[in-house]
Structure formats: C-alpha cells, structure tokens
C-alpha cells in the first residue's frame, strides 16, 4: 500500500484535522484514521551531572540531601514548639480575663442588689419631713455632723384583726359563694374538652429569662389579665415576661437566696414573693422596686397565697407558723402557730371563697383551717414524706394534695373524704400541682407535666416531656387557652392547640 505522507505531527491534533476534513494536512491527499501509524520512541533521559559519576559523589549527593532534611526537620520543631508557647500564653491570658470578668460580674450583682434593697428604705427616707438645725451658738463651737443611724430591719408584730377586716373578708365570702352556686356543674363556654386538650402541644420555649450560674426556675404565676408571668428561680430573680411580646418586662432583684415561692396580683401591677431568706417582698413592676419587705418568719418561707378580696396574703413557713398580711401597709395582722405538730409548714393556699385555707406539714398532715377562729377545722392524713403541694379547685369542691409517695389524692371538701387516689409512675416526685378556673382539668408538675380530668375515673388527658429536667411548676391559662410549665433545665414553655 502506498505511503500517504511521512510527516510526523501530534496524534490529537491530526484526528480532529482527520474528522473535519478527510485530507491530509500536509499535502491534501485523502486521509483515514486507520492509515495513522503510531511512532513509539523510548523516553529521553538526562545524563548525569559529571560530578555524580562516581561513587563517592553519590554518596556526598545523598548526605547533602539527608542533611538538608534534617535541617528543615529541625526548623518546623523550632516553629511547633514556639506556637505552642504562643498558644499556651494566650490561653492564659483568656483564663484570667474570664476570672476578671466573672468577678465583676458577681460584683455587679452584688452592687444591684445591695442597691434594690436600699431604694425602699430611701424612699421612706425622702418622704419624712427634715426638721429645721438651728444654728449654734457663738460661744459655743459647732458639733460635728453625725451619720444618720441605718434603719435595722425587725421582724414585724402582729397587730391584729379589726372588725372592720372581718367583715371584707365575711363579704367577699358571701358573694364568691353566691356566684359560685350560680354557675352550677356545667362546663363552661369555651372551654376545650379533653379531645382537644390531648391535642395541645408545645408551642413556645424560652430559656434565657434566668442565670445560667445558677440555672433553674423554681416557681411560676400567671397575670391572665396582661397575658404576662412571672417566675421565680434559683439565681435569686423574679423576672416578668411578655408572652405575646416574647420580651422581659422587668427583673426583680433582692432576695439573697433562691425565691421559692410567687404570686401575682390579678388587678394590680404587684408581685408578692417569698425565699428561704425568710423574706417576703412586695414589689411594684411599674416602678421595678420592693415596696415592702416583710420579716414574718423566723424560718424559710414555704408558701404564699393570695386572699381571694386581692388586700391581703398568706404566708407560712418551716418556723411551723402561718401569717396573714396587709399587701397595701406591709403590716402583719395575725401570726398563728401550729401547736398540734412539732413539724414546720411546706405549703399553703387560700379556699377561693376566702374563708378557710390549707397547709401541708412536713409530717404528711393536710390542716384545713377556719381562718376566722384561727383553729384548726378538719385533718387530712394519708399521705407518706412532706406535703409537696395543695391545691383547691376554683368551684370550691375539691382539695388536691400530693407528698413524696408517688400519688396524688383527691379530697371532697364537702364530705371530707378522700374520694380518688391518683397513682404515678415510680419514683414520680410532683413538684406542682393547679386547677383550671373551671375545675374541671388538673396539671401536675414533676418529671413531666400531666393533665388529668376531674371525674370519677380521672383520667389522664396528655402528658408533656419537653423539659430536660423535673417541671417545677405548671399553670393553666384563661379558659385553659394555653398551659405554662417551668423546669430546673431554666426555661418556661407553653403548650397549646395547633
């Protein structure tokens, strides 16, 4: 077969030439693939330098190069050890930054609540009128100003209940049990039943209203008027919060202890609160200030309630005594000791008719007390541990109480008997518990929040898990629109339908 052409070019380049036009490229004459011959070469090699043409010059080539290495291998030590000791020292420095701030963090507090508890006494201070200093006499040589003497905080005297007292208290009851009887057994309008309660769920969690220092919410009420609640934690704080704004409106600071234990004034911009500390405070939102600091208690303070008229409070405490306040003066009127026990007080709460209330001891007794005899009216026993938490339906009819037993029982004040035991889950400690404003649904707080329905068989409606840790507290909403728990993993969560 006759040779094409005998030019050489690149096998690429001439296939492409080859495909678009079927010539060679060189002379023009037709052109196929298979008429390609391949040129196969063997690969140039670089001849060696004159000086590695020996033995001994390969060898001096070869430590020449281990030298080289050693050397760079040297060199990246030397660098590794000085970043270590860059990063060493500024580690050191962070540490110590972080040391600095954190004290003066703990300083700020401190300052913030020496200044919280100094602002009431200054406002008494500016209201009292400043008796005109006569001049001194010629003669004689003029007296060093002295330092006004601190206002030493005592603990308060009960001065006891007027007539006038009484007969609110006598009233409001008169009135809250009319009311009550109209609105009868039925459910009312717009509330969810408990098909659609079991539906709710978690629709919000906030978990920066407390210090993360001393992480924990402690307790939990609710302003349903404003749609606001207000917590109580572990880091010594109240703290209000906005749930249709998601915002804090305020922060209440000092308690020296954890708070334990708040109520909110349903018509009224006040919150009332109570702390091992043995103080309770009164405090006024709008202003960001206590209004009263109440020394009740020799002991820590265990329980605070609301009286149904809105005027005054009940406190209590592990100092086995019961207090009944003035919101508005900060005075104590009655102080009364359990002298049946020898057992400090865990809880109380007002009956919402005002007239009688409930205490749980630390000996598993449930007192129900006449308020106005100031005695003891009827014993609920058979709970085992201390009583955890009471809680009286909003019509009137049922006490719940719950200890370190695992159960929750349900008593008929009307009979005074206990009518249903609620067993729990092994080792279930209920750290709360609360009736909606029917009395129709119950929430329990503990190592999940639960809702039952008050009937014969009380059945359990929905259980919430959300919470790392035990719920510490749970509210129902208005109409039970919404529940609120808090939780010792410091956040509040609300759970509500879809």
């Known amino acids: 077969k006759a040779v094409v052409s005998t030019q050489s070019t690149g096998k690429r380049l001439l296939e492409k030439y080859i495909a678009e036009n079927g010539t060679d490229p060189i002379n023009g004459e037709p052109l196929s693939d298979e008429q390609i011959v391949p040129i196969n070469t063997t690969p140039v090699q670089r001849p060696r330098p004159p000086t590695a043409t020996s033995i001994p010059a390969i060898l001096k080539i070869l430590q020449d190069e281990w030298d080289a290495c050693m050397l760079h291998s040297y060199t990246l030590r030397q660098q590794l050890q000085m970043t270590r000791q860059e990063l060493s020292y500024a580690l050191y420095q962070h540490d110590a930054a972080c040391r600095?701030?954190?004290?003066?963090?703990?300083?700020?507090?401190?300052?913030?609540e020496a200044l919280a508890t100094l602002k009431p006494q200054a406002a008494l201070a500016?209201?009292?009128?400043?008796?005109?200093?006569p001049a001194p006499a010629a003669?004689?040589?003029?007296?060093?100003?002295?330092?006004?003497?601190?206002e030493v905080e005592t603990q308060l005297v009960p001065i006891g209940l007027s007539e006038e007292v009484l007969q609110q208290l006598h009233q409001t009851h008169v009135k809250l049990t009319s009311l009550r009887k109209k609105r009868g057994k039925e459910m009312p309008e717009g509330l969810p039943t408990a098909a659609q309660l079991k539906h709710y769920t978690q629709s919000s969690s906030h978990p920066g209203l407390h210090s993360a220092s001393l992480p924990g919410i402690l307790c939990l009420d609710l302003l349903p008027s404003s749609k606001r609640t207000v917590t109580g934690g572990a880091d010594r704080n109240i703290v209000v919060f906005d749930k249709e704004a998601e915002k804090i409106i305020c922060t209440l600071k000092g308690h020296t202890k954890k708070v334990t234990n708040v109520v909110a004034h349903p018509n009224e911009k006040t919150v009332i609160s109570g702390s091992p500390d043995t103080h309770v405070r009164i405090w006024d939102v709008e202003e960001e200030n206590c209004k009263h600091t109440l020394r009740i208690h020799d002991g820590p303070v265990t329980g605070l309630s609301l009286h149904p008229t809105g005027d005054y409070m009940l406190s209590c405490s592990a100092d086995q005594h019961w207090g009944f306040s003035d919101i508005s003066t900060g005075k104590l009127l009655c102080k009364v000791a359990d002298q049946s026990v020898s057992h400090g007080l865990t809880c109380c709460q007002f009956h919402p008719d005002g007239l009688i209330f409930g205490t749980g001891t630390s000996d598993s007794l449930v007192k129900i007390w006449d308020f106005k005899e100031q005695k003891s009216a009827a014993n609920f026993?058979?709970?085992s541990g201390p009583i955890s938490a009471i809680a009286f339906?909003?019509?009137?009819?049922?006490?719940a109480t719950s200890a370190d037993d695992e159960v929750v029982k349900l008593w008929d004040?009307?009979?005074?008997r206990n009518f249903k035991t609620i067993s729990l889950d092994d080792k279930y400690t209920v750290r709360g518990l609360t009736?909606?404003?029917s009395g129709h649904y119950l929430a329990v707080s503990g190592p999940d929040v639960r809702v039952y329905q008050i009937s014969k068989q009380c059945d359990l409606v929905v259980t919430w898990d959300s919470h790392t840790q035990d719920s510490?507290?749970?509210?129902?909403g208005p109409d039970v629109s919404y529940v609120a728990s808090v939780s010792n993993d410091r956040t509040l969560k609300f759970y509500s339908a879809n």
Request: glycine share 4%; charged share 25%.
């Open 100 to 112: 600095v701030i954190a004290r003066q963090d703990k300083e700020v507090t401190a300052a913030r």
């Open 126 to 133: 500016a209201q009292q009128p400043i008796a005109p200093v």
């Open 139 to 150: 003669s004689l040589p003029a007296e060093p100003a002295r330092p006004e003497p601190m």
């Open 381 to 383: 026993p058979g709970h």
């Open 393 to 399: 339906s909003e019509n009137g009819y049922y006490l």
């Open 413 to 416: 004040l009307r009979k005074l």
């Open 435 to 437: 009736f909606d404003n």
């Open 472 to 476: 510490t507290d749970v509210r129902f």
